[in-house]
């Protein structure tokens, strides 16, 4: 996966959070900014099953109960902050979506591969979609289905031929 460019940002995603939760009427409690901080640690497509398995393994470092992780996962979905990305196996995967360049993904349906890009020359031709029909663009999401250069590779043939001479 390449990694893009992080944009600065004036507020931090944990500050961004805390506001969204205040307007819920929610603290941001020990528990979720532990994994808030885990989320941003590395922009990293990542699966909600594998990562909350690998949260709890963690050692020496804060940790956070499953139903908690899932709970705020849900919570920093609705603030915004992240943003689940669709997969081949239909199982839950998220990107952190804040600080971080709008990009698109190429999704391989063989092996789940995701490839992220940026491309302007699309975001242009979406203004321009968006223009024609009096609508204001926000943003957009743009997922590319197809098989990856490694699943599309032709099994490797061991050669034989010296062995047959
Ligand atoms: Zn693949
Ligand atoms: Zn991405």
Redesign the pocket.
């Known amino acids: 996966m390449s990694e893009l460019t992080a944009v600065s940002v004036t507020v931090s995603a944990v500050d961004k959070f805390r506001e969204f939760l205040l307007t819920k009427g929610m603290r941001l409690t020990s528990e979720r900014e532990t994994v808030i901080t885990a989320v941003y640690a590395t922009h990293e497509h990542f699966d909600a099953d594998l990562w909350v398995a690998k949260l709890e393994r963690r050692k020496g470092a804060p940790r956070a109960s499953r139903s908690t992780v899932y709970r705020t996962l849900r919570l920093l979905e609705e603030a915004g902050l992240i943003r689940k990305v669709a997969r081949a196996n239909d199982r839950e995967v998220y990107e952190h979506d804040y600080g971080y360049p709008q990009h698109d993904h190429l999704i391989?349906k063989?092996?789940g591969?995701m490839t992220e890009f940026p491309n302007e020359a699309i975001a242009e031709v979406l203004e321009k979609v968006a223009a024609e029909h009096g609508f204001r663009m926000s943003g957009h999401r743009l997922e590319v289905d197809g098989?990856?250069a490694?699943?599309s590779r032709p099994p490797q043939r061991v050669h034989r031929k010296l062995d047959m001479i």
Do not use: L
């Open positions: 391989c063989k092996c591969e098989i990856c490694v699943c």
